[in-house]
């Protein structure tokens, strides 16, 4: 279903393989006719693109733009196949470009260093022919574009006859990018802010060193920006209350801190090992995967503010406190 968001700019909400069933794609209709995001590369999203394309008078050959707002598969994975079909250029902050162009392409070769990074923290050995298999899985749905064209932070956009302002909103995404229209107070924000439930902001290998910190700093900016409306990823696609949710996230975010701190002073422990005390639940490797990866943002953001100590012990690093 389209939902119109302001004049010419549509949200439409394209089914993905996951827990969260869909993810927000924009339509600009007018020129140059733009995606903001492209889903995954499956049937299902090209099927569900191709009717909103239709009912709005156009088809893929009319697409000239496309706006990455992060190279995670389910906002790029479509990128290359519209860019094949119709010359688009395919747009990405520059910070984010190296994962976009880089990771995706060169995949094979970065998968001994993503696994070295888990087992380094302590995930066990048998879940790495799991997890493989599901990246394998991800890597599939994913066309990657054969050029990017970078976006620089406050660089501006044009959509639905307004300038928009290019935001840099880390944390989720080392180079996540949002874009901001002050005088409609409307922030086109992909995943760095969600309704039901937190963004992944996890540490993986080749990443940022501190991405709970840089996503703290994103969400005091929402607050900052408090807009009006804003389009969201998943579970919108459109929220009013983004710096009430912000807020929100950061005091989730604060508990887990404390829950860290908390957990540690008992005993030193490894990031796997404290990642199962803080998701209980039953989850996928996939799962666990991510909860690991959240955990190490937490327990790096404590240590590199003179917390936490890390040593080298067993074949895995163990935080503790001072």
């Keep these: 279903m389209l939902t119109r968001v302001h004049d010419t700019l549509y949200a439409l909400q394209v089914p ?4 969260m069933r869909f993810v927000t794609v924009l339509i600009d209709t007018a020129r140059p006719v733009t995606l903001v995001d492209a889903a995954l590369d499956t049937p299902e999203a090209r099927e569900a693109i191709e009717d909103a394309l239709r009912e709005l008078g156009l088809h893929w050959e009319r697409v000239e733009r496309v706006i990455v707002t992060h190279h995670h598969p389910d906002h790029y994975g479509l990128a290359g196949l519209v860019e094949e079909r119709s010359g688009a250029t395919v747009h990405m902050l520059d910070l984010d470009i190296a994962r976009g162009e880089r990771y995706w392409h060169m995949w094979e070769k970065w998968l001994p260093g993503h696994q070295k990074h888990l087992t380094d923290h302590g995930l066990p050995q048998d879940l790495l022919a799991e997890l493989e298999a599901e990246s394998r899985r991800s890597r599939a749905r994913v066309h990657p574009a054969s050029r990017l064209h970078p976006l620089k932070e406050h660089d501006r956009v044009r959509l639905a006859g307004h300038d928009f302002e290019v935001l840099w909103l880390p944390g989720h995404a080392d180079g996540h990018l949002g874009l901001w229209q002050p005088e409609l107070s409307l922030l086109i924000a992909g995943d760095a802010v969600l309704p039901r439930i937190s963004p992944n902001v996890g540490l993986y290998a080749y990443s940022r060193p501190d991405p709970l910190g840089d996503y703290l700093g994103t969400l005091a900016r929402i607050e900052t920006l408090a807009p009006a409306r804003t389009v969201v990823g998943h579970y919108g696609p ?10 929100e996230l950061i005091a989730h975010h604060e508990e887990r801190l ?3 701190r908390e957990e540690l002073r008992r005993e030193p422990r490894h990031a796997y090992d404290l990642s199962n005390a803080m998701f209980r639940r039953e989850l996928s490797p996939s799962g ?35």
């Design 16 to 19: 993905i393989p996951y827990p």
């Design 258 to 260: 404390d829950f860290c």
């Design 238 to 247: 459109v929220i009013d209350n983004a710096a009430t949710r912000a807020r």
């Design 288 to 322: 666990r995967r991510f909860a690991l990866a959240e955990t190490l943002a937490h327990v790096e953001y404590l240590r590199a503010r003179g917390e936490l100590t890390r040593e080298w012990s067993g074949g895995a690093w163990m935080y503790g406190t001072i």
